[in-house]
């Protein structure tokens, strides 16, 4: 007899984070493992977010916080928003979360029903798919490639809908892929979800300041469809903030008022330390930002660099996140020792287990031929990953 619900049941386990804990675990055994899986900077959270965490918790911030975020905090991202986006938000219509799942989740939860579908670009981040299951939705996975730089036409996207259509997620920067989409990708988006008004736009913008496009384009700039756009962000990549787990939304008040009557019943507010220490984040100088941009370009580069050097790999090349998702599915079917590569869960593993290289697997994104390799991690790493990884694939035979 199952005592677990359906809900539960219809999960699948993250794949990031198995991939995390399996690579941890090899590392406590005293085994060199290069974590190539975690999807957090590897910096340390700048020192002036860390210097108004101390005062806080010194200060009078130990008691509760309003649900939906403190008023200062909230005027803050809603200032963020005029200042980097010119998205008029008022703070009525934002909710702080404890990070930018919590705030998908909640925003996905309020939305959804039974039955409703939910059009989901693959790649896909691991707990989009995850999320209408529990909301009890429909995924409708729309399929991209390598050779489209993995985005959507507007042409899929109007196949796609449906009268049982409610939401699109969207991501750009995206996570796995660190594909950016331009204006006038997103504009013609915008067209197609203008003549479906039943349709909300989840916009997934956490890796917004990992950008090396030259700027950030929100699809909640086009009028015609403003008032269904929910943006969901945070402070944890950007601020090297992952821990902290600060995220927020943003979109119609009603939508707002719903989200924080949610969360009212199943976290209340966010922690309180950490919101005054997002507070300096989003108000403080932002040279920080900028200077871990810089880092994760050259990394990036650094890794594309080594890739190009290997036959069959194709990868695009990422215009933001830290991420890139090149396609090895030429060497599916290949062995090692007698172990075969039969897909990218199987080489994930021989890259670990064989060459100590933490991976995630591409099925977890519903890519099966790629897999996902972070660049958060220092050169020196990353050019000790490198060789290891094509030492492991000149292996196969």
Request: charged share 25%; proline share 4%.
């Amino acid at each position: 007899m199952d005592l677990l619900s359906a809900r539960i049941n219809s999960l699948a386990p993250s794949a990031t984070i198995a991939m995390n804990q399996k690579g941890r675990e090899m590392k406590e055994k005293g085994v060199d493992v290069i974590n190539l899986s975690v999807g957090e900077p590897d910096f340390k959270t700048p020192e002036h977010i860390r210097e108004a965490a101390k005062s806080a918790i010194d200060g009078d911030w130990h008691h509760y916080s309003p649900i939906a975020g403190y008023a200062d905090l909230l005027k803050a991202i809603s200032d963020k928003f005029k200042r980097e986006n010119n998205l008029e938000y008022k703070p009525s219509q934002i909710i702080v979360s404890v990070g930018a799942k919590h705030s998908l989740a909640n925003a996905m939860m309020c939305l959804i029903d039974p039955g409703d579908e939910v059009i989901v670009p693959a790649p896909y981040w691991v707990s989009y798919v995850e999320q209408v299951k529990i909301a009890e939705g429909k995924n409708v996975i729309l399929d991209t490639g390598v050779e489209d730089d993995f985005k959507i036409t507007p042409r899929q996207l109007e196949a796609a809908i449906t009268q049982k259509t409610k939401a699109l997620l969207l991501c750009s920067p995206s996570n796995p892929t660190g594909s950016v989409y331009t204006r006038e990708e997103l504009e013609g988006l915008a067209g197609v979800l203008t003549r479906h008004p039943q349709v909300y736009i989840l916009a997934d913008e956490i890796y917004e300041h990992i950008n090396f496009t030259g700027g950030h384009e929100s699809i909640a700039q086009f009028e015609a469809i403003r008032d269904r756009v929910v943006v969901i962000n945070g402070v944890s990549k950007a601020y090297a903030m992952t821990g902290w787990r600060i995220g927020y939304m943003a979109g119609p008040e009603w939508l707002a008022k719903a989200c924080n009557k949610l969360q009212g019943q199943m976290t209340s507010g966010a922690c309180s330390i950490a919101q005054r220490a997002a507070l300096a984040a989003l108000t403080g100088d932002q040279q920080c930002v900028a200077g871990m941009r810089e880092a994760f370009l050259r990394r990036r580069d650094l890794i594309l660099g080594h890739l190009e050097q290997i036959d069959g790999v194709r990868c695009s090349t990422p215009g933001g996140a830290f991420y890139v998702f090149p396609d090895f599915s030429s060497y599916f079917g290949k062995s090692f020792n007698g172990r075969k590569i039969e897909n990218s869960m199987d080489l994930c593993l021989y890259l670990l287990e064989e060459r100590h290289i933490a991976t995630v697997p591409g099925s977890a994104f519903g890519a099966e031929g790629c897999i996902r390799i972070s660049y958060a991690n220092s050169d020196e790493n990353l050019e000790k990953a490198m060789q290891r990884l094509k030492d492991a694939l000149a292996a196969l035979s």
